[in-house]
């Protein structure tokens, strides 16, 4: 059983920065498992943000946030990490974290990757 707890959302001008964290508890090593993250904005379906491997080496990141977001992962602190720059109107959304075990040192895009989910935390952008 692995527990996922996000935070660091709020509400931000647009062009502000924010970091969201994920601190994971689990039996397991953190390295044991690849993270991702999604996000739920009003009137949409819940879609795929970022996405890191077990080890933190490789990532991947939908169109939209290129150049603007930028996922880590931190193995000896259990903790995974969204950090949002330039942020836009556009990106206002429950943010969830996710996991998976994983030792292969692949990244997964897909919500059905997943096993374990955090409960999420709002971002507000807007002037």
């Known amino acids: 059983q692995v527990q996922l707890v996000e935070s660091g959302g709020g509400l931000v001008q647009p062009g502000d920065s924010l970091t969201l964290s994920c601190t994971a508890t689990s039996s397991c090593p953190f390295d044991f498992y690849a993270m991702g993250w999604f996000r739920h904005a009003p009137g949409k379906e819940r879609e795929f943000v970022a996405a890191i491997n077990n080890r933190g080496t490789t990532s991947l990141y939908v169109d939209s946030v290129k150049g603007r977001f930028t996922i880590c992962k931190n193995n000896t602190n259990s903790a995974g990490y969204l950090q949002m720059n330039s942020l836009k109107p556009e990106d206002t959304a429950v943010y969830y974290c996710?996991?998976?075990?994983?030792?292969?040192?692949?990244?997964?895009?897909?919500?059905?990757?997943?096993?374990?989910w955090g409960q999420g935390t709002q971002v507000t952008v807007s002037s």
């Open positions: 996710a996991a998976r075990y994983s030792v292969a040192n692949e990244y997964f895009y897909t919500q059905t990757s997943y096993d374990y």
